[in-house]
């Protein structure tokens, strides 16, 4: 079965580097997606992606963030300088053209930054 | 404003038991989409189930069932006879149709359920 594959799996960096979080979503899916979950708490959504362009963003997903499909089949998500508090598991989604179609979730990306 | 409440932080279990998994949503949209979750602990998030607000039956999937009640506002879980590789966090989602494009999954906090043999 087609799955949503996040790399790194784990990626430690200091505080105020960027660090850049890769996703390829399922192939024939329309509507990219991430998500965040700080250690011990609920899945926040952050942003979604559709025809090039961000269809929806929370207030989490600030001008620190910003996404990127930059060929086919990937799907990034990047922080420009991070900050402790950015520190969590990040989840990449994708789901097809019925946007309300189960979402099929990556395994996750652990940030930890120092 | 959406919002979805599980207010069970932790749940703990013997093997064989029955559990039920509690949801309270809200929204102001008459059309909507309810999910459920599980997140083991390697950390993934597998899908289970997806339920649209006009569809009221009840759902049976081997040991897990599902009873969503409108009038209640809720979409609870059940395991029947849990068995240790039940053990995990279980998040309770809402998505609203309002949007075209990109809905967001609203998520609640989560029941960590612990089965024990």
């Known amino acids: 079965e087609p799955e949503v594959t996040q790399t790194p799996s784990h990626q430690v960096t200091q505080m105020g580097q960027e660090v850049i979080l890769r996703c390829v979503p399922i192939?024939?899916?329309?509507?990219f997606y991430w998500y965040r979950q700080i250690l011990g708490q609920k899945v926040e959504f952050l942003v979604s992606?559709?025809?090039?362009?961000?269809?929806?963003k929370s207030e989490i997903f600030d001008d620190q963030f910003s996404v990127e499909r930059p060929d086919g089949s990937n799907f990034t998500l990047k922080i420009r300088s991070t900050k402790l508090e950015d520190s969590a598991m990040y989840f990449c989604?994708?789901?097809?053209?019925?946007?309300?179609?189960?979402?099929?979730f990556g395994n996750g990306t652990r940030l930890t930054v120092t | 404003a959406q919002k979805v409440t599980q207010a069970q932080t932790e749940i703990s279990v013997v093997e064989k038991e029955d559990v039920t998994l509690d949801c309270v949503y809200e929204?102001?949209?008459?059309?909507?989409?309810l999910f459920w979750y599980k997140q083991p602990p390697s950390g993934e998030l597998v899908f289970l189930i997806r339920?649209?607000?006009?569809?009221?039956q009840n759902e049976i999937s081997g040991r897990y069932s599902w009873n969503f009640q409108k009038s209640t506002s809720s979409f609870n879980f059940t395991i029947t006879a849990s068995q240790v590789v039940d053990s995990a966090v279980y998040f309770c989602?809402?998505?609203?149709?309002?949007?075209?494009?990109?809905?967001?999954?609203?998520f609640g906090k989560g029941t960590t359920l612990s089965v024990s043999s």
């Open positions: 989604a994708s789901n097809n053209r019925d946007s309300n179609s189960p979402l099929h």
């Open positions: 192939s024939n899916h329309l509507y």
């Open positions: 992606f559709y025809n090039n362009e961000i269809s929806e």
């Open positions: 929204t102001r949209d008459t059309t909507y989409y």
């Open positions: 339920r649209n607000s006009f569809d009221e």
């Open positions: 989602a809402l998505s609203e149709a309002a949007n075209q494009a990109g809905t967001a999954l609203i």
